[in-house]
């Protein structure tokens, strides 16, 4: 089993910056892909950012210019930088990975998520 355990949210006027973390925990053996999802009041979750292992990126094109994303993978964790907040990207953050645990028996590839953190952006 793993866990993911988001941290940075919060308030921040329009403009403004905020970086997300994201630590993965418990009995991994790997993490492949790891991303950011969001969702606002009243709509879907929508994918932010992915990156693979070996560091590819995708962004969602709301987002392409202001966010970046990154991931240490000696220690299990994603980054989120995000710059120019506007009112709109106000919603909840998820972090996501697929982690690989093992056991005595089996090896085990699972979607885990985490809580979420709250991110608003607002004067």
């Known amino acids: 089993q793993a866990q993911l355990v988001e941290s940075g949210g919060g308030l921040v006027q329009p403009g403004g910056s905020l970086r997300l973390s994201c630590a993965a925990s418990g009995r991994i053996f790997s993490i492949n892909a790891m991303g950011w999802y969001r969702q606002a009041p009243g709509k879907e979750r929508e994918l932010v950012a992915s990156i693979t292992r070996g560091g590819e990126t995708n962004f969602a094109d709301s987002v392409k210019g202001r966010f970046t994303i990154s991931r240490d993978n000696a220690e299990n964790t994603v980054y989120l930088q995000m710059n120019s907040l506007k009112p709109e990207d106000t919603a909840v953050y998820y972090c996501?990975?697929?982690?690989?645990?093992?056991?005595?028996?089996?090896?085990?590839?699972?979607?885990?998520w985490g809580k979420g953190t709250l991110v608003t952006v607002s004067s």
């Open positions: 996501n990975a697929e982690i690989v645990t093992v056991s005595a028996y089996a090896t085990y590839v699972k979607d885990y």
